[in-house]
Protein backbone atom coordinates (compact mmCIF):
# COMPACT_ATOMS: atom_id res chain seq x y z
CA UNK A 1 0.00 0.00 0.00
CA UNK A 2 1.61 3.59 -0.70
CA UNK A 3 1.91 5.80 1.98
CA UNK A 4 2.04 9.45 2.03
CA UNK A 5 2.25 12.44 4.66
CA UNK A 6 -0.81 12.18 6.98
CA UNK A 7 -3.18 15.46 6.18
CA UNK A 8 -2.35 17.29 9.89
CA UNK A 9 1.30 17.35 8.87
CA UNK A 10 0.41 18.36 5.15
CA UNK A 11 -1.62 21.50 7.02
CA UNK A 12 1.45 22.20 9.15
CA UNK A 13 3.58 22.27 6.40
CA UNK A 14 0.78 24.93 4.52
CA UNK A 15 0.96 26.88 7.74
CA UNK A 16 4.57 27.11 7.08
CA UNK A 17 4.32 27.98 4.03
CA UNK A 18 2.24 30.78 4.23
CA UNK A 19 4.14 32.16 6.98
CA UNK A 20 6.80 31.79 5.18
CA UNK A 21 5.73 34.92 3.26
CA UNK A 22 6.63 36.91 6.27
CA UNK A 23 10.51 36.35 5.38
CA UNK A 24 10.26 36.41 1.47
CA UNK A 25 11.52 39.39 0.00
CA UNK A 26 9.09 41.71 -1.50
CA UNK A 27 9.54 41.22 -5.02
CA UNK A 28 9.04 37.61 -4.39
CA UNK A 29 5.65 37.97 -2.69
CA UNK A 30 3.35 38.51 -5.93
CA UNK A 31 5.54 36.05 -7.83
CA UNK A 32 4.86 33.20 -5.59
CA UNK A 33 1.08 34.46 -5.43
CA UNK A 34 1.22 33.96 -8.72
CA UNK A 35 3.01 30.29 -9.11
CA UNK A 36 0.01 29.06 -5.96
CA UNK A 37 -2.71 30.40 -8.47
CA UNK A 38 -1.21 28.77 -11.38
CA UNK A 39 -0.42 25.35 -9.77
CA UNK A 40 -3.85 25.72 -8.30
CA UNK A 41 -5.92 25.82 -11.62
CA UNK A 42 -2.95 23.14 -12.71
CA UNK A 43 -4.16 20.83 -9.71
CA UNK A 44 -6.95 21.01 -11.51
CA UNK A 45 -5.85 19.88 -14.73
CA UNK A 46 -3.51 16.95 -13.42
CA UNK A 47 -6.74 15.45 -11.59
CA UNK A 48 -8.77 15.88 -14.80
CA UNK A 49 -5.49 14.33 -16.60
CA UNK A 50 -5.93 11.45 -14.18
CA UNK A 51 -8.96 10.19 -16.04
CA UNK A 52 -7.08 10.42 -19.27
CA UNK A 53 -8.25 13.50 -20.62
CA UNK A 54 -6.34 17.14 -21.02
CA UNK A 55 -8.40 19.98 -21.04
CA UNK A 56 -7.10 23.00 -23.14
CA UNK A 57 -9.11 25.16 -22.31
CA UNK A 58 -9.75 25.52 -18.63
CA UNK A 59 -9.32 29.12 -19.55
CA UNK A 60 -12.91 29.15 -19.83
CA UNK A 61 -13.51 28.44 -16.04
CA UNK A 62 -10.50 30.32 -15.33
CA UNK A 63 -11.97 33.46 -17.11
CA UNK A 64 -15.82 32.68 -15.71
CA UNK A 65 -14.10 32.82 -11.90
CA UNK A 66 -12.71 36.12 -12.96
CA UNK A 67 -15.30 37.93 -14.60
CA UNK A 68 -18.14 36.18 -11.89
CA UNK A 69 -15.56 38.14 -9.14
CA UNK A 70 -15.70 40.68 -10.81
CA UNK A 71 -18.74 41.75 -11.86
CA UNK A 72 -20.52 40.56 -8.01
CA UNK A 73 -17.68 42.28 -6.04
CA UNK A 74 -18.15 45.61 -8.38
CA UNK A 75 -21.92 45.25 -8.26
CA UNK A 76 -22.26 44.68 -4.39
CA UNK A 77 -18.87 46.01 -3.27
CA UNK A 78 -17.59 42.71 -2.20
CA UNK A 79 -13.72 43.10 -1.59
CA UNK A 80 -13.47 40.19 1.10
CA UNK A 81 -9.97 38.17 -0.42
CA UNK A 82 -11.64 34.76 1.28
CA UNK A 83 -15.18 35.57 -0.11
CA UNK A 84 -13.96 36.38 -3.60
CA UNK A 85 -12.13 33.25 -4.01
CA UNK A 86 -15.30 31.24 -3.14
CA UNK A 87 -17.28 32.97 -5.61
CA UNK A 88 -14.85 32.57 -8.40
CA UNK A 89 -14.99 28.34 -6.78
CA UNK A 90 -18.84 28.64 -7.31
CA UNK A 91 -18.39 30.65 -11.52
CA UNK A 92 -16.16 27.88 -11.98
CA UNK A 93 -17.68 24.79 -10.60
CA UNK A 94 -21.73 25.91 -11.44
CA UNK A 95 -20.06 26.05 -15.38
CA UNK A 96 -18.03 22.87 -15.21
CA UNK A 97 -21.01 21.11 -13.39
CA UNK A 98 -23.42 22.59 -17.01
CA UNK A 99 -20.60 21.30 -18.98
CA UNK A 100 -18.97 18.38 -17.67
CA UNK A 101 -21.45 15.69 -18.41
CA UNK A 102 -21.49 17.20 -22.23
CA UNK A 103 -17.73 16.50 -22.66
CA UNK A 104 -17.31 13.79 -20.64
CA UNK A 105 -18.98 11.51 -23.56
CA UNK A 106 -15.81 12.34 -25.21
CA UNK A 107 -11.77 11.57 -24.69
CA UNK A 108 -8.29 12.01 -26.02
CA UNK A 109 -8.03 14.96 -28.86
CA UNK A 110 -11.37 15.11 -28.82
CA UNK A 111 -12.42 15.74 -25.16
CA UNK A 112 -9.00 18.68 -25.59
CA UNK A 113 -10.14 19.89 -28.92
CA UNK A 114 -13.76 20.50 -27.82
CA UNK A 115 -12.57 22.38 -24.24
CA UNK A 116 -10.14 24.92 -26.07
CA UNK A 117 -13.32 25.87 -28.38
CA UNK A 118 -15.70 26.59 -25.38
CA UNK A 119 -12.63 28.72 -24.26
CA UNK A 120 -12.45 30.52 -27.27
CA UNK A 121 -16.01 31.04 -28.19
CA UNK A 122 -15.91 32.84 -24.30
CA UNK A 123 -12.86 34.95 -25.47
CA UNK A 124 -14.87 36.05 -28.98
CA UNK A 125 -18.21 36.85 -26.61
CA UNK A 126 -16.26 38.87 -24.14
CA UNK A 127 -14.16 40.62 -26.81
CA UNK A 128 -17.34 41.51 -28.33
CA UNK A 129 -19.08 42.54 -25.51
CA UNK A 130 -18.79 46.25 -24.48
CA UNK A 131 -21.01 46.15 -21.20
CA UNK A 132 -17.81 43.66 -20.18
CA UNK A 133 -15.12 46.14 -21.30
CA UNK A 134 -14.69 44.47 -24.27
CA UNK A 135 -11.29 43.67 -25.36
CA UNK A 136 -9.85 46.33 -22.23
CA UNK A 137 -11.86 44.69 -19.46
CA UNK A 138 -12.36 46.47 -16.49
CA UNK A 139 -10.86 47.10 -12.69
CA UNK A 140 -11.85 46.25 -9.22
CA UNK A 141 -10.65 47.65 -6.45
CA UNK A 142 -8.13 46.06 -4.04
CA UNK A 143 -8.91 43.48 -1.98
CA UNK A 144 -9.55 42.94 2.05
CA UNK A 145 -9.43 40.32 4.56
CA UNK A 146 -12.06 40.54 7.49
CA UNK A 147 -13.01 43.87 7.10
CA UNK A 148 -8.80 44.76 6.98
CA UNK A 149 -7.43 46.95 4.60
CA UNK A 150 -4.11 47.18 3.45
CA UNK A 151 -2.65 50.62 2.09
CA UNK A 152 1.09 49.19 2.68
CA UNK A 153 2.15 46.84 -0.61
CA UNK A 154 4.26 44.92 0.98
CA UNK A 155 1.42 43.69 3.26
CA UNK A 156 -1.25 43.45 0.56
CA UNK A 157 0.94 41.47 -0.94
CA UNK A 158 1.65 39.02 1.83
CA UNK A 159 -2.42 39.09 2.43
CA UNK A 160 -2.68 37.61 -0.86
CA UNK A 161 0.28 35.79 -0.83
CA UNK A 162 -1.00 33.85 2.31
CA UNK A 163 -4.87 33.34 1.14
CA UNK A 164 -3.45 32.12 -2.40
CA UNK A 165 -0.95 30.16 -0.43
CA UNK A 166 -3.39 28.29 1.35
CA UNK A 167 -6.08 27.93 -0.51
CA UNK A 168 -3.92 26.15 -2.58
CA UNK A 169 -2.50 24.06 -0.22
CA UNK A 170 -5.56 23.12 1.12
CA UNK A 171 -6.90 21.92 -2.28
CA UNK A 172 -3.90 19.99 -2.47
CA UNK A 173 -4.24 18.32 1.20
CA UNK A 174 -8.10 18.01 -0.56
CA UNK A 175 -6.77 16.59 -3.63
CA UNK A 176 -4.58 14.25 -1.75
CA UNK A 177 -6.99 12.69 -0.14
CA UNK A 178 -8.78 12.26 -3.57
CA UNK A 179 -5.70 10.33 -5.00
CA UNK A 180 -6.28 7.74 -2.40
CA UNK A 181 -9.91 7.57 -2.60
CA UNK A 182 -12.22 5.50 -4.33
CA UNK A 183 -12.97 8.06 -6.68
CA UNK A 184 -9.15 8.65 -7.20
CA UNK A 185 -8.13 5.03 -8.10
CA UNK A 186 -11.66 4.74 -10.17
CA UNK A 187 -10.31 8.01 -12.04
CA UNK A 188 -6.47 5.88 -12.74
CA UNK A 189 -8.79 2.78 -14.26
CA UNK A 190 -10.99 5.21 -16.52
CA UNK A 191 -7.78 6.19 -18.12
CA UNK A 192 -6.33 2.83 -18.48
CA UNK A 193 -9.37 1.09 -19.59
CA UNK A 194 -12.63 2.64 -19.14
CA UNK A 195 -14.51 0.14 -20.70
CA UNK A 196 -13.21 -1.93 -18.23
CA UNK A 197 -14.57 0.33 -15.81
CA UNK A 198 -17.93 -0.17 -17.30
CA UNK A 199 -18.21 -3.51 -16.92
CA UNK A 200 -17.48 -3.41 -13.45
CA UNK A 201 -20.56 -1.26 -12.37
CA UNK A 202 -18.42 1.97 -12.44
CA UNK A 203 -19.77 4.41 -14.74
CA UNK A 204 -16.51 6.32 -16.35
CA UNK A 205 -19.03 8.87 -17.77
CA UNK A 206 -19.66 10.40 -14.47
CA UNK A 207 -16.37 9.80 -12.95
CA UNK A 208 -14.92 12.04 -15.75
CA UNK A 209 -17.37 14.71 -14.97
CA UNK A 210 -16.78 14.71 -11.39
CA UNK A 211 -13.45 15.36 -12.17
CA UNK A 212 -13.87 17.99 -14.61
CA UNK A 213 -16.05 19.60 -12.28
CA UNK A 214 -13.24 19.32 -9.39
CA UNK A 215 -10.92 20.83 -11.66
CA UNK A 216 -13.51 23.81 -13.07
CA UNK A 217 -13.78 24.76 -9.33
CA UNK A 218 -10.23 24.96 -9.06
CA UNK A 219 -10.06 27.03 -11.97
CA UNK A 220 -12.67 29.47 -11.28
CA UNK A 221 -11.11 30.16 -7.62
CA UNK A 222 -7.50 30.63 -9.49
CA UNK A 223 -9.20 33.34 -11.44
CA UNK A 224 -9.93 34.98 -8.86
CA UNK A 225 -6.68 35.42 -7.36
CA UNK A 226 -5.14 36.11 -10.72
CA UNK A 227 -7.81 39.12 -10.65
CA UNK A 228 -6.77 39.97 -7.30
CA UNK A 229 -3.51 40.00 -7.58
CA UNK A 230 -3.40 42.33 -11.19
CA UNK A 231 -6.89 43.99 -9.90
CA UNK A 232 -8.16 43.53 -13.53
CA UNK A 233 -9.54 41.45 -15.92
CA UNK A 234 -9.94 41.17 -19.76
CA UNK A 235 -11.10 38.79 -22.30
CA UNK A 236 -7.12 37.19 -22.00
CA UNK A 237 -7.89 35.26 -19.31
CA UNK A 238 -9.83 32.92 -21.44
CA UNK A 239 -7.41 32.96 -24.31
CA UNK A 240 -6.26 29.91 -25.57
CA UNK A 241 -2.13 30.23 -24.77
CA UNK A 242 -3.06 31.37 -21.14
CA UNK A 243 -4.94 27.55 -21.03
CA UNK A 244 -1.77 26.43 -22.61
CA UNK A 245 0.39 27.46 -19.98
CA UNK A 246 -1.53 25.70 -17.10
CA UNK A 247 -1.00 22.54 -19.24
CA UNK A 248 2.74 23.33 -19.40
CA UNK A 249 2.40 23.26 -15.45
CA UNK A 250 0.41 20.15 -15.59
CA UNK A 251 2.91 18.39 -18.13
CA UNK A 252 5.92 19.11 -16.36
CA UNK A 253 4.67 17.82 -13.23
CA UNK A 254 2.92 14.69 -14.65
CA UNK A 255 -0.23 12.89 -12.57
CA UNK A 256 1.17 11.35 -9.93
CA UNK A 257 1.77 13.37 -7.25
CA UNK A 258 0.13 17.03 -5.71
CA UNK A 259 3.29 18.40 -4.32
CA UNK A 260 4.96 17.93 -8.26
CA UNK A 261 2.18 20.42 -9.24
CA UNK A 262 3.43 22.99 -6.81
CA UNK A 263 6.83 22.37 -7.70
CA UNK A 264 6.62 22.59 -11.49
CA UNK A 265 4.15 25.75 -10.82
CA UNK A 266 7.15 27.53 -8.79
CA UNK A 267 9.81 26.23 -11.48
CA UNK A 268 8.11 27.60 -13.93
CA UNK A 269 7.64 31.18 -12.75
CA UNK A 270 11.13 31.02 -11.70
CA UNK A 271 12.25 29.92 -15.17
CA UNK A 272 9.76 32.41 -16.97
CA UNK A 273 10.91 35.48 -14.21
CA UNK A 274 14.36 35.28 -14.85
CA UNK A 275 14.34 34.36 -18.39
CA UNK A 276 12.77 37.31 -18.97
CA UNK A 277 14.82 39.27 -16.47
CA UNK A 278 18.43 38.06 -18.50
CA UNK A 279 16.86 36.61 -22.21
CA UNK A 280 14.65 39.12 -22.71
CA UNK A 281 13.92 38.78 -26.36
CA UNK A 282 14.20 34.64 -26.10
CA UNK A 283 12.51 33.55 -22.91
CA UNK A 284 9.86 31.56 -24.98
CA UNK A 285 13.09 29.06 -26.06
CA UNK A 286 14.52 29.17 -22.53
CA UNK A 287 10.94 27.67 -21.56
CA UNK A 288 10.88 25.29 -24.31
CA UNK A 289 14.01 23.73 -23.67
CA UNK A 290 13.07 23.64 -20.45
CA UNK A 291 9.94 21.48 -21.36
CA UNK A 292 11.56 19.41 -23.75
CA UNK A 293 14.78 18.45 -20.98
CA UNK A 294 12.16 17.25 -18.72
CA UNK A 295 9.88 15.24 -21.28
CA UNK A 296 13.22 13.71 -22.46
CA UNK A 297 14.24 12.90 -19.19
CA UNK A 298 11.45 12.59 -16.79
CA UNK A 299 8.31 11.64 -19.30
CA UNK A 300 6.06 11.28 -16.47
CA UNK A 301 6.70 14.53 -15.16
CA UNK A 302 8.42 15.95 -12.16
CA UNK A 303 6.40 13.97 -9.58
CA UNK A 304 8.24 10.65 -11.29
CA UNK A 305 11.40 11.45 -9.49
CA UNK A 306 9.99 10.58 -5.66
CA UNK A 307 7.01 8.18 -6.96
CA UNK A 308 9.08 5.67 -8.53
CA UNK A 309 11.59 5.89 -5.45
CA UNK A 310 8.13 5.36 -3.04
CA UNK A 311 7.35 2.24 -5.51
CA UNK A 312 10.90 1.09 -5.02
CA UNK A 313 10.76 1.41 -1.19
CA UNK A 314 7.04 -0.13 -0.97
CA UNK A 315 7.13 -2.68 -2.81
CA UNK A 316 7.83 -6.20 -1.81
CA UNK A 317 11.16 -8.05 -3.12
CA UNK A 318 10.11 -10.76 -5.23
CA UNK A 319 10.32 -13.71 -3.53
CA UNK A 320 11.82 -16.91 -4.58
CA UNK A 321 7.75 -18.17 -3.97
CA UNK A 322 6.54 -15.39 -6.65
CA UNK A 323 9.51 -16.33 -8.70
CA UNK A 324 8.85 -19.96 -8.87
CA UNK A 325 4.63 -18.57 -8.96
CA UNK A 326 5.69 -16.41 -12.12
CA UNK A 327 7.73 -18.77 -13.86
CA UNK A 328 5.53 -21.55 -14.05
CA UNK A 329 3.01 -19.26 -15.65
CA UNK B 1 -37.95 -22.52 -11.96
CA UNK B 2 -37.05 -19.41 -13.64
CA UNK B 3 -33.85 -19.73 -15.28
CA UNK B 4 -30.98 -17.57 -14.72
CA UNK B 5 -30.25 -15.98 -18.69
CA UNK B 6 -32.94 -17.44 -20.91
CA UNK B 7 -32.03 -15.92 -24.46
CA UNK B 8 -34.94 -16.27 -27.19
CA UNK B 9 -34.52 -15.49 -31.15
CA UNK B 10 -31.52 -13.40 -30.85
CA UNK B 11 -29.96 -12.36 -34.12
CA UNK B 12 -27.13 -10.35 -35.12
CA UNK B 13 -25.84 -9.88 -38.27
CA UNK B 14 -21.86 -7.46 -39.10
CA UNK B 15 -23.01 -6.78 -42.32
CA UNK B 16 -23.27 -10.27 -44.11
CA UNK B 17 -21.63 -12.22 -41.36
CA UNK B 18 -24.35 -13.81 -39.12
CA UNK B 19 -22.87 -13.57 -35.99
CA UNK B 20 -26.28 -14.96 -34.20
CA UNK B 21 -29.05 -16.70 -35.83
CA UNK B 22 -31.94 -17.27 -33.93
CA UNK B 23 -30.46 -18.10 -31.43
CA UNK B 24 -32.50 -19.83 -28.58
CA UNK B 25 -30.80 -21.15 -24.92
CA UNK B 26 -32.27 -21.37 -21.36
CA UNK B 27 -29.16 -21.91 -18.66
CA UNK B 28 -30.71 -22.76 -14.88
CA UNK B 29 -28.93 -21.95 -11.86
CA UNK B 30 -25.97 -23.84 -10.76
CA UNK B 31 -25.07 -25.07 -14.55
CA UNK B 32 -21.28 -24.84 -15.77
CA UNK B 33 -22.09 -24.47 -19.50
CA UNK B 34 -19.07 -24.53 -21.85
CA UNK B 35 -19.47 -22.80 -25.47
CA UNK B 36 -17.67 -24.17 -28.07
CA UNK B 37 -17.14 -23.25 -31.58
CA UNK B 38 -14.38 -22.61 -34.36
CA UNK B 39 -13.54 -19.03 -34.68
CA UNK B 40 -16.07 -17.03 -35.93
CA UNK B 41 -18.84 -19.47 -34.66
CA UNK B 42 -20.86 -16.44 -33.20
CA UNK B 43 -19.47 -17.75 -28.85
CA UNK B 44 -18.06 -14.53 -28.22
CA UNK B 45 -20.53 -12.84 -30.11
CA UNK B 46 -23.13 -14.54 -27.84
CA UNK B 47 -21.26 -13.15 -25.16
CA UNK B 48 -21.12 -9.75 -25.73
CA UNK B 49 -24.59 -9.57 -26.10
CA UNK B 50 -25.40 -11.24 -22.88
CA UNK B 51 -23.25 -8.40 -21.06
CA UNK B 52 -24.90 -5.34 -22.80
CA UNK B 53 -21.53 -4.43 -25.24
CA UNK B 54 -23.83 -5.60 -28.53
CA UNK B 55 -27.42 -4.88 -29.32
CA UNK B 56 -28.73 -7.86 -30.66
CA UNK B 57 -30.69 -7.20 -34.02
CA UNK B 58 -33.77 -8.80 -32.62
CA UNK B 59 -34.55 -11.11 -29.69
CA UNK B 60 -34.63 -11.45 -26.44
CA UNK B 61 -32.26 -11.89 -23.26
CA UNK B 62 -33.76 -12.21 -19.50
CA UNK B 63 -32.01 -12.97 -16.48
CA UNK B 64 -34.01 -14.52 -14.41
CA UNK B 65 -37.05 -13.24 -16.04
CA UNK B 66 -36.02 -9.63 -16.60
CA UNK B 67 -34.98 -8.57 -20.00
CA UNK B 68 -31.68 -6.80 -20.44
CA UNK B 69 -31.52 -6.71 -24.40
CA UNK B 70 -31.22 -3.26 -24.29
CA UNK B 71 -29.11 -2.58 -21.12
CA UNK B 72 -25.45 -1.02 -21.39
CA UNK B 73 -22.68 -3.74 -20.07
CA UNK B 74 -22.67 -1.27 -16.52
CA UNK B 75 -26.41 -1.77 -15.92
CA UNK B 76 -26.10 -5.87 -16.73
CA UNK B 77 -22.72 -6.19 -14.45
CA UNK B 78 -25.14 -4.51 -11.39
CA UNK B 79 -27.87 -6.82 -12.21
CA UNK B 80 -25.54 -9.72 -11.88
CA UNK B 81 -23.95 -10.28 -15.28
CA UNK B 82 -20.12 -10.39 -14.79
CA UNK B 83 -17.72 -11.43 -17.18
CA UNK B 84 -13.93 -12.12 -17.74
CA UNK B 85 -11.79 -11.75 -21.41
CA UNK B 86 -9.98 -13.66 -23.63
CA UNK B 87 -7.12 -11.05 -23.13
CA UNK B 88 -7.25 -9.76 -20.15
CA UNK B 89 -8.18 -6.50 -19.54
CA UNK B 90 -6.73 -4.91 -16.51
CA UNK B 91 -5.49 -1.48 -15.41
CA UNK B 92 -2.16 -2.62 -15.89
CA UNK B 93 -0.03 0.35 -14.13
CA UNK B 94 -2.36 -0.55 -11.17
CA UNK B 95 -1.35 -3.18 -8.89
CA UNK B 96 -3.04 -6.52 -8.44
CA UNK B 97 -4.74 -5.10 -5.42
CA UNK B 98 -5.64 -1.85 -6.43
CA UNK B 99 -7.08 -3.39 -9.65
CA UNK B 100 -9.74 -5.44 -7.24
CA UNK B 101 -10.30 -2.85 -5.47
CA UNK B 102 -11.27 -0.95 -8.46
CA UNK B 103 -13.83 -3.96 -8.81
CA UNK B 104 -14.77 -3.85 -5.00
CA UNK B 105 -15.98 -0.07 -5.77
CA UNK B 106 -17.86 -1.22 -8.38
CA UNK B 107 -19.90 -3.66 -6.57
CA UNK B 108 -20.29 -1.07 -3.57
CA UNK B 109 -24.14 -0.28 -3.75
CA UNK B 110 -23.49 3.73 -3.07
CA UNK B 111 -21.64 6.11 -4.90
CA UNK B 112 -17.64 5.82 -5.29
CA UNK B 113 -16.47 8.05 -1.99
CA UNK B 114 -14.52 11.31 -2.28
CA UNK B 115 -12.04 10.45 0.49
CA UNK B 116 -11.98 6.87 1.77
CA UNK B 117 -9.48 5.34 0.93
CA UNK B 118 -9.84 3.06 -1.43
CA UNK B 119 -7.29 0.79 0.02
CA UNK B 120 -9.22 1.20 3.42
CA UNK B 121 -8.58 -1.90 5.36
CA UNK B 122 -11.73 -3.75 5.51
CA UNK B 123 -11.44 -3.43 1.57
CA UNK B 124 -7.99 -4.31 1.88
CA UNK B 125 -8.69 -7.74 3.83
CA UNK B 126 -11.61 -8.41 1.01
CA UNK B 127 -8.81 -7.89 -1.92
CA UNK B 128 -6.48 -9.94 0.07
CA UNK B 129 -8.62 -12.95 1.15
CA UNK B 130 -10.04 -12.81 -2.89
CA UNK B 131 -6.36 -12.81 -4.44
CA UNK B 132 -5.48 -15.63 -1.90
CA UNK B 133 -8.30 -17.49 -2.93
CA UNK B 134 -6.33 -17.67 -6.67
CA UNK B 135 -2.91 -18.17 -5.09
CA UNK B 136 -1.81 -15.23 -5.60
CA UNK B 137 -1.79 -13.44 -2.34
CA UNK B 138 2.17 -12.70 -2.19
CA UNK B 139 1.35 -10.34 -5.69
CA UNK B 140 -1.07 -8.26 -4.34
CA UNK B 141 1.17 -5.06 -4.47
CA UNK B 142 2.85 -5.89 -7.49
CA UNK B 143 1.93 -3.37 -10.66
CA UNK B 144 0.49 -5.47 -13.35
CA UNK B 145 2.32 -4.45 -15.88
CA UNK B 146 5.23 -7.20 -14.14
CA UNK B 147 3.11 -9.88 -13.93
CA UNK B 148 2.91 -13.18 -16.33
CA UNK B 149 0.03 -13.45 -18.85
CA UNK B 150 -1.56 -16.56 -16.34
CA UNK B 151 -1.95 -14.50 -13.32
CA UNK B 152 -3.25 -11.53 -14.81
CA UNK B 153 -5.97 -14.15 -16.38
CA UNK B 154 -6.95 -14.91 -13.09
CA UNK B 155 -6.91 -11.52 -11.86
CA UNK B 156 -9.81 -10.67 -14.67
CA UNK B 157 -11.00 -13.67 -13.47
CA UNK B 158 -11.34 -12.39 -9.78
CA UNK B 159 -12.31 -8.81 -10.89
CA UNK B 160 -15.54 -10.26 -12.12
CA UNK B 161 -16.25 -12.38 -9.20
CA UNK B 162 -16.10 -9.25 -6.61
CA UNK B 163 -19.63 -8.36 -7.54
CA UNK B 164 -20.68 -12.14 -6.38
CA UNK B 165 -22.36 -12.37 -9.60
CA UNK B 166 -25.45 -14.25 -10.49
CA UNK B 167 -24.38 -15.56 -13.99
CA UNK B 168 -20.61 -15.53 -14.96
CA UNK B 169 -19.09 -15.93 -18.16
CA UNK B 170 -15.36 -16.70 -18.85
CA UNK B 171 -14.24 -16.31 -22.11
CA UNK B 172 -11.42 -18.65 -22.46
CA UNK B 173 -10.36 -19.29 -19.27
CA UNK B 174 -7.03 -21.10 -20.36
CA UNK B 175 -6.06 -19.75 -23.38
CA UNK B 176 -2.43 -18.56 -23.07
CA UNK B 177 -2.42 -21.16 -20.30
CA UNK B 178 0.64 -23.81 -21.25
CA UNK B 179 -0.30 -27.86 -21.54
CA UNK B 180 1.00 -28.78 -18.38
CA UNK B 181 -0.86 -25.88 -16.29
CA UNK B 182 -4.31 -25.90 -18.09
CA UNK B 183 -6.09 -28.11 -15.52
CA UNK B 184 -4.01 -26.45 -12.61
CA UNK B 185 -5.60 -22.80 -13.40
CA UNK B 186 -8.51 -24.53 -13.93
CA UNK B 187 -9.07 -25.98 -10.89
CA UNK B 188 -7.99 -23.04 -9.27
CA UNK B 189 -10.27 -20.98 -11.06
CA UNK B 190 -12.95 -23.80 -10.20
CA UNK B 191 -12.01 -24.06 -6.40
CA UNK B 192 -12.20 -19.93 -6.33
CA UNK B 193 -14.89 -19.32 -8.09
CA UNK B 194 -17.21 -21.44 -6.46
CA UNK B 195 -18.20 -19.78 -3.31
CA UNK B 196 -19.22 -16.60 -4.87
CA UNK B 197 -20.69 -17.97 -8.78
CA UNK B 198 -23.10 -20.88 -8.80
CA UNK B 199 -23.88 -20.44 -12.58
CA UNK B 200 -20.87 -20.06 -15.02
CA UNK B 201 -20.42 -20.25 -18.70
CA UNK B 202 -17.49 -20.34 -20.51
CA UNK B 203 -15.97 -20.24 -23.70
CA UNK B 204 -13.61 -22.60 -24.06
CA UNK B 205 -11.34 -24.65 -27.42
CA UNK B 206 -9.86 -27.28 -25.18
CA UNK B 207 -11.91 -30.09 -25.11
CA UNK B 208 -10.28 -31.81 -22.23
CA UNK B 209 -11.29 -28.89 -20.42
CA UNK B 210 -14.54 -28.49 -21.26
CA UNK B 211 -15.46 -32.84 -21.09
CA UNK B 212 -13.77 -32.42 -17.49
CA UNK B 213 -15.15 -29.17 -16.01
CA UNK B 214 -18.68 -28.52 -17.86
CA UNK B 215 -21.74 -30.52 -17.08
CA UNK B 216 -23.29 -28.81 -20.56
CA UNK B 217 -21.77 -28.30 -23.56
CA UNK B 218 -23.39 -25.76 -26.12
CA UNK B 219 -21.59 -26.14 -29.69
CA UNK B 220 -22.25 -23.10 -32.06
CA UNK B 221 -21.43 -22.71 -35.78
CA UNK B 222 -21.95 -20.33 -37.78
CA UNK B 223 -24.68 -18.34 -35.72
CA UNK B 224 -26.43 -21.27 -34.58
CA UNK B 225 -26.38 -23.83 -32.06
CA UNK B 226 -24.94 -26.98 -33.48
CA UNK B 227 -25.67 -29.31 -30.63
CA UNK B 228 -26.70 -28.76 -26.98
CA UNK B 229 -26.53 -31.18 -23.68
CA UNK B 230 -24.29 -33.24 -22.18
CA UNK B 231 -20.49 -33.14 -22.71
CA UNK B 232 -20.31 -36.85 -23.38
CA UNK B 233 -23.24 -36.85 -26.26
CA UNK B 234 -22.65 -33.34 -27.13
CA UNK B 235 -18.51 -34.24 -27.69
CA UNK B 236 -19.73 -37.17 -30.25
CA UNK B 237 -22.32 -35.69 -32.29
CA UNK B 238 -21.12 -36.31 -35.92
CA UNK B 239 -22.03 -32.51 -37.01
CA UNK B 240 -20.16 -31.25 -33.67
CA UNK B 241 -17.11 -33.09 -34.77
CA UNK B 242 -17.54 -32.46 -38.18
CA UNK B 243 -17.63 -28.91 -37.44
CA UNK B 244 -16.02 -27.86 -34.15
CA UNK B 245 -13.61 -30.32 -32.82
CA UNK B 246 -12.74 -31.56 -36.13
CA UNK B 247 -12.36 -35.20 -34.37
CA UNK B 248 -10.92 -33.64 -31.27
CA UNK B 249 -11.81 -36.24 -28.06
Same mark, same amino acid.
Given at each position: MKQGLHPVVMLLLVAAAALFGRVLPTWTLSLATIAASNALIALGIVILARTGNVSFGQGL???????????IANAWGITDALVQ??????????????IGPLLARYSGIFFGMLTLALSMVLYGALVKTTALGGSDGFNIGRPTLFGLSFTDTREADFMLYAVSVVTT???????????? #???????????? *? *????EYLGISSNWVVTINFAIAAVFA?? #???????????????FAYWTTSGEFVFVAVLAGYQSVAAVFV????????? #?? #? *????? *??WQLVLGVFLLGVILFLPRGIGSLWIKQRRKRTDPPLTAVTAQKEAAQ | MTPVLSVRGLEKRFDAVVAADALSLDIAAGQKVSLIGANGAG????????????? /??????????????????????????????????????? !?????????????? !?????????????????????LLARFGLGDLADRPVSELAGGV?????????????????????? !????????????????????????????????????????????????????????? /??????????RRYVTGGAQ
Open positions: FYAAGGYGVALMLIGAVCGGLLGIVGLAGIAATILFR #SELGLASLAVRE *N *NLRVGA #SGSFALMAQRHIDPQASLALELVR #SF #S *NLYLP *NT | KTTFVNMVTGYLK /PDSGSIALEGMDIAKRSPRNVARLGISRSFQIPQLFIEL !TAAENLSVAVSGAG !TRALSFHSPAEGHGRRDKVLERKLIDIAMALVRRPKLLLLDEP !TSGVSAEEKFVTMDRVIHAVAPDAATIVFVEHDMEIVSRYADRVVAFYLGRILADGD /PHDVLKDAEV
